[in-house]
C-alpha cells in the first residue's frame, strides 16, 4: 500500500450544484500535497470530502487503503487529522487545554488525560515552538501563534495524515514561511503525510512534492510543481496575466503577477 | 518545561470538595432562615441527633423548608446546566433557555396543562415539554444555516420567540377569570413554594439522570466548542451529541418549568461565574454548575422569602435582578 489517499471518480453537487466533477488522483504516503485553484473551484469541500466531515456519495476515497465511509469518527480521527481555516476562538481555552483535546481519538468519552496523553502534548507543543503559550488563552494569542497552537493539536492527534485548509491565509511573511517549514519537518521528521489547500501558488511551488490544480471543480493539471506550474495553465486557471520563469533561491517555478499597466512590455 | 494544568481528576475532586461544602452550608441556611423566623440552633440539633419532628419548628423545618430546598437545588443545577449546554453547543455565551425563550414556549405548554385541568404529572410535565421542544425547534430554524455561529441573531430570535410565547400566556390568562389566575400568576414569576416533597421526588427522578447524561458528553461539549468541523474531525459524532444534548436540555428545562415556572437568568449567571474561576473545560464545569447551581438557588430562595416583612418575593424576580445586569454587561463585552 504505497499511497495515503486515493480517490476514484469523485463526483459530489450541494443540491443540483456541482461542485466536483470526475476527480481522479491518489497522494504517495510521507509526501507533501497541496491543492491549489481560484476561489470556488471546489478546494475546500475536496479537502472536507477527505476527512470524512462531508460523506461522499459512493466509495470513491479510500483513506489508507479503506473507503473513508467504512470508517467510524474515532478511528479515522486517529489516522486523519484536520485542521480548518478560521478556526473559532469564542471561548478561552488555554493552549495546552487545546492541544490535549487533540488526544481525545485515543480517549475514553470523557476524555480523562493519562501521563502519557501530558507528554505526547508536552513533545506536540514543542515541536511547533509554542512552548511559552502554554497556560496562555487562545484568544489572547496573534494569528500565526494561534495557527502554531491548532498545529501542534493535530500533531497531537498522532495521525498518519494531516489535512490543512489554507493554514497560511492572513498571516505575516515571516510565519506564513514558519508555517510551511513546520509543515515539511513534520512530514520529513514524523512521516506524516500532508495535504494543503492553498491560495499562494509560490508557496505551493516552494514546498510541494506533487500538486493538484483544481478549476470550476474539475482536475485541471496534477502533478510535479514544474509541470503544472505553468504559464499557459496558470493564466487559463485563474484567468489573469502572469510570469513563470525559475526561482533564484532552488529548482522550482516562480510565478510572478502583472499588472494591467504592465502588460505591454510583457505581451510577448 | 513548567505545565500548570493539574490533572483533570485532582482538579475535579477539588472544585468539587469545596463546592460540596457551600451546599451544605446553603442547605443549612435555607432550612434555619425562614419568615417565621431564624432557627440556627433547632436546624444544628437535629443535624447533629437526626431528632427530627419534635416541636412546631422542626415541623416547619422539615416539612415546608426542608422540601423547597430541595427543590431549590434541583432547580438551580437544572436551569445551570441548560444554560451551559445552550452555551456549549450553540457557542454562544449569551444563551440561555429564558433568553431563548425555551422557558417560555414551556411555560405556554403548561400553562394549557393546567387550565386543562391536568395533574402535574405526567399531564402537565408533558404538555411542557411538548412545548418547550417547539420552541427549540422554531429557535434552531430561525436562526439556522450561516448565521447560527452569529451571536445576534441567535440572541434576537430568542427574544421574538420570547415575546411571542410572552403574548400567547398573556392571552391565555386573560381567557382565565376564576381562582385558578392567581395560581398561574403567581407561578409565572418562579414558584418554589407549595410543592410537597413527593412532587420535588418525582422531578429528582426525572433530572438526575440527565444530569449523568450531560456529564458524559461533557468532553464532546468541549470539543464541539471548537467548531463543527473541528470537532468532527476528532471523532464526535455531533449529530448524535447535538440531538441528545439538546433533547435532554429541553426536557430538564420543561420539567423545572413545569414544576416551578420560568425562572430566569440563573443558566447565565452560573456558567459564567464558575468560567471565570476554573476555566472553560466542561467536565470540571458541569459538577461545577450541578453544586453551584443548587447553592445558588436556595440563597436566592432565601432571600426572596426574608427581604419582605409579609409574604415573599417570587424568586424568579430575585433571579432576573441579578442576572438581568450581568446579561447587559455581556453582551456589551462581546460586542468589542
Redesign the interface.
Known sequence: MRSAIQIKDLHFSYKDLTVLKNISFSIKKESFYIIIGPNGSGKTTLLKLISGIINPEHDSIHVLGKSVLNYSRKTLARKLAFVQQNQPVDFSFTVFELVLMGRSPHMGMLGVEKEKDIDIATQAISFTAVDHLVDRKLDQLSGGEQQRVFLARAICQEPEIILLDEPTASLDLSHQIRIMDLMRKLMDEKGITVVMVSHDVNLAAMYADELLLLSKGRMMKKGKPDKVLTFQTLEKAYDCKLLVDESPVGNFPRITLVPHRFLKDTNQ | ?N???P???KKMFFVCMILMGALVLSVFLGLSMGSSGYEFNAVLKSFLTGDVFHSKTDTIIWHIRFPRVLLSILVGAALSLGGLVFQ?LL???LAEPYILGISGGSAIGAILGILAGFSYFPGIGLFSFVGSMTTLALILILSTGHSI?KKDSLILSGVMVNAFCGAITMFLISLTLDSRLHNVMFWLMGDLSNLDIHQVLILAVVLLPCFIVIF?????M??M???K??A??????IKFVTLILLGITSLMVSATVSTCGPIGFVGLVIPHLFRLII???N?VLVPACILGGGSYMILCDILSRTLPEHGEIPPGVITAIIGAPLFILLLIKTRR
Request: glycine share 8%; proline share 3%.
Open positions: 518545561m505545565i500548570n494544568s490533572f483533570l481528576l456549549a457557542r454562544n455565551p455561529l458524559v458528553f461533557s468532553h464532546s468541549n470539543l466548542m471548537l467548531g468541523d473541528s468532527q474531525s476528532m471523532g464526535v459524532n476555566g472553560q473545560d467536565r
